[in-house]
Structures are given as structure tokens and as C-alpha cells.
């Protein structure tokens, strides 16, 4: 293997334990702030790191004014809607199972795609995952809704699911704006982002009385910021750049698996054989929906 496939496979490894941790970190940072401040942090943090990268590769701010309502709509699908829905689900679902949930993004994104992409077609296998991987959600979401001993956590469930539909609205709309430098992209978003949720996240947190504050509350929301946000999102662009989309497409199986057991081991969160069977039909469900490259 070349050095350059080192350098990639490293990178994947990194968004994959960071992204899938996240769902862990989160939880742990409930415990002492909102997570609208949550995500506010993430946001700001994120960009200071970007900043830095921008700084640092010497790059022209070449983004004009056309770019600022789609930076906000950037924002508003890929960061602020769905980091403020999962923020807000793992207040009552645990955050192995938001995890899982969160597996069926590539699923939304097709579906999307389907009706707004014109070389998206629903093909007759793909349409055989989207069912398998709703039938993976119905073993999650199933018992909250028909059972009379609900858990009450499917309004959080539905939450997880609307967060999904936010990441593929983003997904197929930066397929359809204009090419633009990647790190300027995702720190403008970030900037925009952090400068909506500044108010509103600062109010939030100040007001909420019964949090209690913790080192190690605190300390999560660093990494979050930092490394689940800043630097996970230029290796993102870096992979993307260099290896292309297929090839990042392998995180899709991992970092569920890596939510449900950071959420399980490390929270002691519970589980039980719906979650693991859940789990595999989603996966089997994303894995229908991928395109087979011609030899």
C-alpha cells in the first residue's frame, strides 16, 4: 500500500472513531449544557480550527456575496437543524440507539436525490434497500408507537430520523450549487452558523438553572468542537478531494457500529436484540442502495 494509502485509510479511521464517538460525547455533555449551546460551541470552534487551516494553506477569500445565502442554507441543513435535533433526541433516547438511527442518512439522501437529481434513479434493487432499512427503524421506532408500555422516547427517535432528512437535503443541495474551494465552503458555513446560534445558544445556557457543571462535560465539548467538527470536516474535504465520494462512502457501515458500541461499553447504555438486528438491516438496506462501478 502507497504512503498516499496510508494517509487515506488513516483519515477514514479518524472520521469514523470521531463522527461515532460523537453520539457518546453528546451525551456526556448534556449533562451540563443545552444542546443548542452544544452545538453553538461546535460551530464556533469548528471555524476557529478551519480559520486556522485557511490561514495556514495561504488561501484567497474568493466566495462573493452570491455565496452568503448559500453558506446559511449550508449551515441551516448540515449543521445547525440536524446537530440541534441529535442534541435535543439524546435528551431522552440513548445515544447508541440515536446511532443507529442516524445510519439511514444514505437512505434519506437517495430518496431525495430520486426526486431532485436527474442521475439518481430509484432502481428496483435500491428501492429493496430503502425497504429493508425502514423495516430496521420500525423494530426501533415500532415499540414507542403501538406499544401501551412505551419508553416515550419517540418523539427523540423522530427527531434522529428528521436530523437524517436535513444531512441528505444537504447533501443533494451542494450537488447543485456552483463549485467553490472546500475549506472556504465548510468554514463559511461554520461562521454563518456560529453567528446565528450565538444569541439564542448563550440565552438558552444561562437560563437553564439545573444543569450542573462538569470538567468532564466541559472538556467533551472541547473535543467536540476541535476534533469531531474542525478537523473532521477538513479530512473530510481532504478525502473527498483525493480519494472522491465513493471511497468515503465506507463510513456509512462503520460509524453506526462504532455509536452502538461506544453508547453500550462506555455509557453502559441498554440494549437489546432489536437493536442489534436493527442495526444489520440498515446496514444491509445502505449497502443495496450503493451503485456497482462497471470493471
Not at 442516524?102 to 439522501?109: D, F, K, N, S
Not at 457501515?253 to 440498515?282: Q, R
Amino acid at each position: 500500500m502507497s504512503h498516499a494509502g496510508f494517509k487515506h485509510w488513516g483519515l477514514l479511521g479518524y472520521l469514523v472513531l470521531v463522527w461515532g464517538f460523537a453520539f457518546a460525547m453528546i451525551a456526556v455533555a448534556l449533562e451540563s449544557f443545552h444542546p443548542v449551546f452544544i452545538v453553538w460551541c461546535r460551530l464556533w470552534l469548528g471555524a476557529v480550527v478551519l480559520w486556522g487551516v485557511w490561514r495556514w494553506r495561504g488561501q484567497v477569500w474568493s466566495l462573493g456575496r452570491d455565496w452568503w445565502p448559500r453558506l446559511t442554507l449550508l449551515s441551516l441543513t448540515g449543521n445547525i437543524i440536524p446537530f440541534s435535533l441529535i442534541a435535543w433526541a439524546e435528551q431522552s433516547v440513548p445515544s447508541a440507539e440515536v446511532g443507529i438511527l442516524m445510519a439511514l442518512m444514505p437512505i434519506a439522501t437517495l430518496l431525495l436525490a430520486h426526486w431532485l437529481l436527474e442521475h439518481e434513479p430509484l432502481t428496483w434493487r435500491r428501492f429493496l434497500g430503502v425497504v429493508v432499512g425502514f423495516v430496521g427503524v420500525g423494530l426501533l421506532v415500532g415499540e414507542d408507537l403501538l406499544s401501551d408500555a412505551a419508553r416515550g422516547e419517540w418523539p427523540g427517535q423522530v427527531a434522529a430520523l428528521l436530523a437524517t432528512l436535513s444531512y441528505a437535503f444537504n447533501g443533494v443541495y451542494a450537488k447543485r450549487i456552483p463549485q467553490a474551494e472546500p475549506i472556504a465552503m465548510a468554514f463559511g458555513s461554520l461562521l454563518v452558523g456560529s453567528v446565528l446560534l450565538a444569541i439564542p445558544a448563550l440565552w438558552l445556557q444561562l437560563s437553564s438553572e439545573t444543569l450542573v457543571y462538569r470538567p468532564l462535560a466541559l472538556a467533551v465539548l472541547v473535543v467536540l468542537g476541535v476534533m469531531a467538527t474542525g478537523i473532521a470536516t477538513w479530512c473530510y474535504f481532504v478525502v473527498v478531494r483525493e480519494r472522491g465520494p465513493g471511497f468515503l462512502s465506507t463510513i456509512n457501515y462503520l460509524i453506526p457500529a462504532v455509536a452502538f458500541a461506544a453508547g453500550t461499553v462506555f455509557l453502559a447504555e441498554p440494549w437489546g436484540w432489536e437493536h442489534l438486528l436493527a442495526l444489520i438491516l440498515i446496514l444491509i438496506g445502505v449497502g443495496l442502495i450503493q451503485v456497482k462501478k462497471p470493471n
